[in-house]
T-cell receptor, first 112, second 112 residues
Framework: AQSVAQPEDQVNVAEGNPLTVKCTYS??????LFWYVQYPNRGLQFLLK??????LVKGSYGFEAEFNKSQTSFHLKKPSALVSDSALYFC??????????FGTGTRLQVFP | DVKVTQSSRYLVKRTGEKVFLECVQD?????MFWYRQDPGLGLRLIYF???????EKGDIPEGYSVSREKKERFSLILESASTNQTSMYLC???????????FGEGSWLTVV
């Protein structure tokens, strides 16, 4: 079965510093990978996805993610964090034609 | 823009009550989903539907049922609410040929 793991419950970073939110995956075949963000009391918003092609994927709000097949990872990155980036981030992998399997989420806290 | 609307944002129900959570999408998407979100567990799929009157069980269907009488509307039903169904419920939709799932704002259900 497909799965993703987010090894960190929380990531703390100072504003202006680079941030990384980690995700590893386990799939059979080629993975379809996604990142979503959830702000307090809101639904999930799509950030970016990797289907095929370039290993560096650019998404919304200045975020990007690097697909690494040898390490089975899909880490979310941003060169310079903003306080407004503080939110809950979910990694997900497509399972079959219809479903997404989500990780447990990582809370990002950006301090001024 | 894709719009997925969950009409009830916050509900408080009593144990044993029948509960309806409604979801409407305006983009003519074939696939619709109901997820449940709990701290530390991420999102778990309850049911999904890939067409009118069609439904498939997800990972945690017990205690829930769904209804899809029209393409734009997907309802989640708790036949007899229990306290362990207190949670955040998220509806989502996706075009059949697409990869990205779009979420509603969520419905917070408290069962007392």
């Amino acid at each position: 079965a497909q799965s993703v793991a987010q090894p960190e419950d929380q990531v703390n970073v100072a504003e202006g510093n680079p941030l990384t939110v980690k995700c590893t995956y386990s799939v059979s075949g080629n993975p379809y990978l996604f990142w979503y963000v959830q702000y307090p009391n809101r639904g999930l918003q799509f950030l970016l996805k990797y289907i095929t092609g370039d290993n560096l994927v650019k998404g919304s709000y200045g975020f990007e993610a690097e697909f690494n097949k040898s390490q089975t990872s899909f880490h979310l990155k941003k060169p310079s964090a903003l306080v407004s980036d503080s939110a809950l981030y979910f990694c997900a992998v497509r399972d079959g034609p219809d479903k997404l399997i989500f990780g447990t989420g990582t809370r990002l806290q950006v301090f001024p | 823009d894709v719009k997925v609307t969950q009409s009830s944002r916050y509900l408080v129900k009593r144990t044993g009550e029948k509960v309806f959570l409604e979801c409407v999408q305006d983009m003519d998407h074939e696939n619709m989903f109901w997820y449940r979100q709990d701290p530390g567990l991420g999102l778990r799929l309850i049911y999904f539907s890939y067409d009118v009157k069609m439904k498939e069980k997800g990972d945690i269907p017990e205690g829930y049922s769904v209804s899809r009488e029209k393409k734009e509307r997907f309802s989640l039903i708790l036949e007899s609410a229990s306290t362990n169904q207190t949670s955040m419920y998220l509806c989502a939709s996706r075009i059949r040929s697409g990869n990205t799932i779009y979420f509603g704002e969520g419905s917070w259900l408290t069962v007392v």
